[in-house]
């Protein structure tokens, strides 16, 4: 979009929802009263479903009705796309956590939400692989992981904050006994659950596991195009077979089923071929995850690819995206966006975590400026095994405990989240470019080159010469 037509409809945004009484009518919507929540009341109004409502609940949903038609006005978008995506459960929670979002906060760029979309949620430290690139070092268990109950009543409370989606990652998720008894939990408290997974352990049974116990989505590593060069990095031979046997498995019982691929060096001209593997596969899609050097990763750092090689290989994966050749790929490279704003054939702007990427065109892109970028503590954070709360699962900052301190008391106090929302303070090309917006590059890579959450991210083109000043070397890094 032109700037002279982008700048005053940003304006435009920031007046209408930004000023105080749009913030105090939110607050009003947003409460619960004796018919229960206003705004999923609202919601379901809007939709068409009748309810024998109260006063303040009539007058919240005529509120919302207005609200979404000047909504599709402002943002050029059909009305009836947003009744669709409102019959959503999970883009319900979505646009609850943007209201209360800007109730409490206003209108910030990018903005603040009242709970995560998304938690990674490290289920568990043990794991049967060695992966060189492993971001928590996991091997055992740890001897204080949350118990059965203590889990169920994360659940409950995640829910309850108003998190749509819950990823169960690791580890190895699936070597804890009560995975499944878990994942019934999450799913009867309408989550949308995901599983990260190396997916050797998904064997048919398992696969149909997965699905009676409400498993929406499975994500299986793979790391190179074959046996011989996936499991150099996984650290066990035969693991690629397994990995793939578990991948065929999870989408015969009919398991939405993907490829996560982390690139380094060492694989990144195997991209092609694991491709192709995922085409014939049946992949739903195909991720690329950023390699960010931390916890066993960090003895690894050389193999980072430099700032060139991600340039190309975001301008490759927006290629293929245009072409809608095979499953759809993305990246969880922040810069992403920046490169497909400087490509204007892709008409169009990867926002978002990676779970929940889309392309936003036309006048519904200054939404890019609100939602885009890295993530981190913002759109989502992680959960450790014991309880810890962090910003993200490859940035290891304790913010609280859930065994301490309710979740939501840690989401809105933290001074770290605070500083993770606002993109004012950032450093090097991160900070003057005129994408900060919708990139913001790689708050984790930035802590885990530097320690400093304003820091650069080195893996960008535009911070080349922060790339040629780093020695890569852990020890030399932090000199």
Known sequence: MPDDTYTPAIAAVERWLGNPLTREILKFVAKNDDCGNRLQNSIECYLGIEHDLCLKCRTASWM?????????????????????????????????????????????????????????????????????????????????????????????????????????????????????????????????????????????????????????????????????????????????????????????????????????????????????????????????????????????????ITPRQREELLKYILKNAKNDEGPPELSTAPQIARVAVENEANQGIPVGHVHMGEELKGKTRMLADFIGGCGAGRLYCGIEPTGIVQPCVFMPIQLGNIRDRPFLEIWHNSPVLKQLRDREHLTGSCGSCKNKYICGGCRARAWAYYGDLNAPDPGCINNQAFWDRLGIKPESVRK
């Open 64 to 304: 919302l009705s207005q609200a979404m038609h000047r909504s599709s006005k402002l943002f050029d978008i059909n009305e009836s796309d947003i009744k669709a995506g409102l019959s959503d459960r999970n883009f319900q929670k979505g646009l609850s956590n943007v209201f209360r979002g800007i109730a409490r906060y206003g209108i910030t760029r990018p903005q603040a939400l009242n709970a995560p979309f998304l938690v990674v949620w490290n289920f568990t430290h043990m794991c049967n692989l060695k992966c060189k690139h492993c971001y928590q070092d996991a091997q055992n268990a740890l001897p204080n992981e949350l118990t059965t109950e203590e889990s169920k009543k994360l659940i409950e409370e995640l829910s309850d904050a108003g998190v749509a989606l819950i990823a169960f990652s690791g580890g190895e998720p699936l070597m804890r006994k009560d995975f499944f008894e878990v994942v019934a939990h999450a799913h009867k408290h309408d989550l949308y659950v995901s599983l990260a997974s190396n997916g050797t352990l998904i064997t048919p049974d398992v696969a149909r596991g997965l699905m009676n116990a409400g498993i929406d989505y499975v994500e299986v590593s793979i790391d190179g195009k074959n046996a011989a060069k996936h499991d150099a990095m996984r650290g066990i031979p035969g693991a690629f077979d397994r990995s793939v046997a578990g991948i065929r498995n999870a989408i015969d019982a009919g398991v939405y089923t993907c490829i996560a691929t982390t690139v380094t060096r060492d694989n990144i001209d195997q991209i092609p071929d694991i491709r192709e593997l995922g085409k014939e596969l049946g992949a739903g899609r195909i991720i690329y995850f950023n390699f960010i050097p931390t916890g066993r990763g960090a003895d690894m750092m050389e193999k980072d």
